[in-house]
């Protein structure tokens, strides 16, 4: 008679490969992510708001005399009503805080499966956000004056000029920069991968009987 004896918990096997206690607290990691990501989509809310209800910007149209607003001066004025000038800043400081702890790993209780890709998703997507609307706040502050702008200036206020424009472009290129930079850092880092089990002689079996 034979008698296997079972196999002994293989202690060759890395951390990795076994069912880790901290993963419960991974989903803290996906709430940060998730507040991250809040001023960018409240920011796309708004101006998707202001878009399709046209009566929530008439009154700032209307004028005795003023010539219809075009869509240069429409913009001026959904970046006077709603948050794109800081929404990019705010969620590109926070993408690049979480790119830094997942490329670290620090803390390790932090750090969910897939958060490199999640958090280089969200860094790109605040990166052409931020971009594509510093573009249009450039164009429509450094273009030639629209008729509305030129019936402004004549009672009295100057058209917008590069001076006034530069100040509040700084944070919104800085914050394209600091984007980028994090899914650079989420793309080029490699957490560690899961390890095989070394191989571990055959346990022990008693001698048949």
Do not use: I, K, N
């Amino acid at each position: 008679m034979s008698c296997d004896v079972p196999s002994p918990v293989d202690e060759d096997l890395e951390p990795d490969d076994r069912d880790d206690p901290s993963d419960r607290w991974s989903w803290v990691f996906w709430v940060l992510l998730g507040t991250a990501a809040l001023p960018l989509f409240l920011a796309v809310a708004s101006v998707q708001h202001l878009r399709a209800d046209a009566s929530v910007m008439a009154p700032y149209l209307a004028g005795p005399g003023y010539p219809s607003a075009v869509f240069s001066d429409r913009w001026e004025l959904v970046e006077s009503l709603s948050t794109v000038g800081s929404a990019g800043p705010l969620t590109a400081v926070a993408v690049v805080v979480l790119a830094g702890v997942v490329a670290s790993r620090r803390p390790g209780w932090l750090v969910a499966p897939g958060a490199r890709w999640a958090v280089a998703a969200l860094g790109l997507a605040c990166a052409l956000w931020t971009a594509a609307t510093a573009t249009l706040s450039a164009w429509a502050a450094l273009g030639e004056p629209t008729a509305r702008e030129l019936a402004e200036a004549q009672d009295g206020s100057p058209p917008t000029t590069w001076v006034d424009w530069a100040p509040g472009a700084a944070p919104q290129l800085f914050a394209v920069v600091l984007a980028l930079a994090a899914v650079v850092l989420c793309v080029v880092s490699r957490g560690p991968g899961r390890s095989r089990p070394v191989d571990s002689p055959d346990p022990p079996r008693w001698p048949d009987e």
